[in-house]
């Protein structure tokens, strides 16, 4: 992300701020789109960065959008997404919301998790595109907490190998008219990602013709932390076109649901030092003003949830002092574990200065959490140069709403 200035947004009671550079996902859209012209549906998993504002944004009437649950199909709505351009892939679907769908959703894609849901889908009208999850069994090689390939996942209907049992089954469902795969994200696995997807074509292809209408082949792709680089999707693609022509000749409609990758670098998060500790001679801990809260998966699993941190000073300028230490950066939150960014060499922290997480737009502050009550921070985005509030600063008064036993209207 380029230098923005963004100060004259900042008040005395601002500690941290993010700043999403909204034109860096539309450019992600656009090279997506491409790979699946002339015709495909390409979505965005809502998950990895719900606010309504983005999705507003982003909601072009060619862009598509994957739900997860409930809360996240209200969010689409909220946003003016039409149905049609909507995905609902929650692994767990009651009865309630398949009927409220019925009625509210007509013309979206609804992926079944397992049999029995599929089962319970069968009444749906002609309208909705009825998909169902299949793990295909290959193993991908991740990390393990976003890891849902191979015979232990939760996900999916697990295929082993394309049996008669299977075909019949599936060719048995008159409600049937999609398969869905999202094996791992944070994925560089390219030959099991693209292997596991052809299993599911060829189980598509098992079936009498014309039955399977639509594949959705999932997220996934990963993004380079360590460098703040993209994953090289052209190779990607390339390899599934080679191994799936079916996907790009119009046998099937390809539906992609990314999230991390048209996220992951097009956000930072600012936050203020408050303090800088001693831990020995050489290691030093600064506190900042967002940890858990924010970085969940880093304060859990720092090692695997990397993020390039930089020093700025008081008027948010990078820094570069003489003096280096290793530091450990904590959070605000009463808990040892709140220590998302461990053992980076920095130029020396000062209080008062802001610490730069870099590349922060997926999965951070979507995984926000309500541990110690903190308000969560402003988002600004930028817009072809231009800054604007994307979400103000929660207020105290939000926050009792939040734990509060008033219905919110
Ligand atoms: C079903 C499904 N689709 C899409 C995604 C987005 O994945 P990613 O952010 O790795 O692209 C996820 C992430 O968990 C998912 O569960």
Redesign the pocket.
Known sequence: MQPVDFQSFISGDDNSVVVIDLDYTKQRLLKINEQLNPKGVNAI?I??NPLISVLKELNNGITAF?A?SMGEIALAKAAGVANDKIIF?SPVKTEAELSWLIENAKGAYINADSMSELIKMQHFPSEFSIGLRINPSVKINTIDS?N?SGGSSKFGELLTEISEEWIDMLSSMSRLDGLHV?QA???NDFANTVAGIRKVVDLANALPPKKIKFINI????AYDYQNSNDVDIDAYFELLKATCPELFNGKYLLIT?????YYAGGASVYSKVEHVKDIDNQRKMAIIHVGADMFLRESYNNKDWYHRLSVCNENFQQVNREKVFNYDIGGPLCFAGDIPFKNHDLPEIKEGDWLKIHDAG??TFSLWSRHCSRPFPLVLGLKNGELSVLKPRESLQDVLRFWGNERNS
């Open positions: 998993a998950k990895t994957e997860a892939d976003v849902v999202h994200s944070q994925n999932g997220g996934g792709l649901e990314f999230g991390r990758y997926a999965n």
